[in-house]
Each structure stands twice: as structure tokens, then as C-alpha cells.
């Protein structure tokens, strides 16, 4: 079910997390230090590779909550039980603000009130992400098996975001789910799990430079979460 996407000099922490994870499990390296590509790379080869109703993409920096496999498929159940199709086991505190309960145990982000990232090349687009990280993330698999192709068509819109994947992963599952444009999107349909179920290490440096600094660890993480 998972894909562990991590770089050539923390290949040890994957190999680490990769044991705590039921098998199979794929490593997904980035020797390119191309983080979109990469994560697009982990979606295509986890929809291939595994056959159940969901793949999930895990960073090799996550800390996993007491007995994970357990509670990650009891959660899942309830989402289908819910109908939802993509969710987060994970939010960093710079966005918990902006989160919403919608279910006991579900949350989303509220994309009314959502900060904007602009574009890195001048072009004045911006957008708003839904996903609040993807430090690990779980999607129906007939509903990730379209990202590819996704990012394939829109590969300007990535390159005008360059380092940037979460916001843009976000966009393709809200465009199919809400059935629309990526420009006409109006409502979110990715839950995060309340409590979270990962957290994100701090004790090695962020592969993107992000400060070391707790607004990037999780804003409702408890290890004995269920």
C-alpha cells in the first residue's frame, strides 16, 4: 500500500520507517533532486504496483503513531464508510487554524480562509493548498492513478511553482472530486485525520530548507491515537 519517497543521503531513515510498515512496501529515490517529479513518480508506481482500494506516499521523515498498520485501516473504513477518497494522517501546526471538524474524527482545510502561495516566476498566479503537507497521505487508487497524466498536462502550472507538490497534488484531487477545472474549484473534498496518526522528525534538516523549527511538526499528532 505505501510508497516511501525519500534522497540518496537519508536512505537509511527510509530503510528504518520501510520496517515499520506492512510489506510490500516501495522505496521511490530521488537522485534527481526533482521533489515534483519524485512524488508524481511514487503515485504512478504505487498504482501499479499494489492492487488494493488504496496507495498511500509516506516521507521518509515521519514518525508513525503506536501500532500504525492498525489504526491507518481502521481510519481508512471510516472514510469509506464516509465516502471520502483522499486524506492526510498528517497536518503541520501552520495550518492547523485553518482547519475545520467536519466528523469526529475528520477535519479539512477551510480554502475560504486559506493562505495563498503565489508563483515563483513573476507570473502573479497563486494558489491555495487543501493539502495541508504530504508527509503521508492515502488516496483511493482508481482516484490516484490519474495523477500522472495530471501533471503531465498541467506542467506548466508545476513549473511555475518549482519545489512546490503538496498545493498541486491538491489541486488535481479537488478538480476530479469536485468535477471541474482547477480554476473553478470551490469546495475541498481531502480529510485529515483528528487526531494525526504521523508527526513530522525535527532532529534532521528539511530536504527543502524549511526552518527546523516546531511549525512544521504536527498540530493534533498523539502517539496512542486510534
Not at 482545510?109 to 493562505?115: A, P, T, V
Not at 484531487?173 to 477545472?181: I, P, T
Request: aromatic share 8%; net charge neutral.
Amino acid at each position: 500500500m505505501w510508497a516511501v519517497v525519500t534522497i540518496p543521503e537519508r536512505e537509511a531513515l527510509a530503510d528504518a520507517l520501510i520496517a515499520r510498515l506492512p510489506p510490500p512496501v516501495l522505496k521511490v529515490l530521488d537522485t534527481a533532486r526533482d521533489l515534483q517529479q519524485n512524488h508524481i513518480r511514487a503515485w504512478r508506481e504505487a498504482c501499479a504496483a499494489f492492487d488494493g482500494d488504496w496507495v498511500g506516499v509516506i516521507q521518509e521523515d515521519a514518525i508513525l503513531c503506536d501500532d500504525f498498520d492498525r489504526k491507518v485501516r481502521n481510519r481508512l473504513a471510516g472514510a469509506d464508510r464516509l465516502g471520502y477518497r483522499a486524506v492526510s494522517l498528517f497536518n503541520a501546526r501552520k495550518s492547523s487554524p485553518y482547519l475545520r471538524q467536519v466528523h469526529a474524527r475528520w477535519a479539512q482545510i477551510d480554502l475560504g480562509r486559506m493562505w495563498e502561495i503565489p508563483a515563483a516566476d513573476g507570473s502573479g498566479k497563486t494558489i491555495k493548498p487543501a493539502l495541508p503537507g504530504e508527509l503521508c497521505v492515502l488516496i483511493r487508487r482508481d482516484l490516484a492513478a490519474g495523477y500522472p497524466e495530471f501533471a503531465r498536462r498541467h506542467r506548466e502550472l508545476y513549473a511555475s511553482f518549482p519545489g512546490l507538490h503538496d498545493a498541486l497534488l491538491g489541486l488535481f484531487l479537488n478538480s476530479r472530486l469536485n468535477g471541474c477545472e482547477i480554476g473553478e474549484i470551490t469546495a475541498n473534498h481531502i480529510y485529515v485525520a483528528i487526531p494525526n496518526l504521523a508527526d513530522h522528525r525535527l532532529d534532521v534538516p528539511s530536504s527543502l530548507g524549511h526552518l527546523d523549527d516546531p511549525i512544521r511538526t504536527s498540530g493534533t499528532w498523539s502517539p496512542a491515537a486510534e
